[in-house]
């Protein structure tokens, strides 16, 4: 086996496996802090827009790590472009300061999403 099919066959199984993970992590993500029931969808970014994992892990969020665990993952940063605000800058994709409950879904948002907000059916 040559170097350059090695390097091929290496590359298409960190490929691959890159597409499971974003698969397995293809989940929403329900962010608690600073303000509850902000959400953030892998497969919008990922299967609907195309946009591959390392473009946003380990340059603007670390991989596994919680971006709301840092101080400044408020909307200001947003807003200086950073996390979110590197792309959603109006731009490249709608600006942070606009269509708010795009990812503010509020607590009964994140209630519905959990299951945890049934509601009456005798009213609906």
Do not use: W
Not at 12 to 35: F, R
């Amino acid at each position: 086996m040559t170097l350059r099919t090695l390097v091929t066959f290496a590359t298409a199984i960190i490929m691959t496996a890159g597409a499971a993970l974003a698969a397995t992590h293809g989940g929403d993500i329900v962010y608690e802090k600073p303000v509850k029931g902000v959400i953030f969808s892998h497969k919008t970014h990922v299967e609907d827009k195309g946009l591959s994992c390392d473009m946003c892990h380990n340059r603007l969020f670390e991989m596994g790590k919680v971006a709301q665990e840092k101080a400044d993952f408020v909307m200001e940063s947003l807003y200086q472009g950073k996390y979110c605000g590197a792309c959603h800058n109006g731009s490249m994709a709608f600006a942070s300061n606009t269509r708010c409950a795009t990812c503010h879904i509020g607590v009964k948002g994140q209630k519905r999403l959990s299951g945890g907000d049934k509601h009456d059916k005798k009213g609906h």
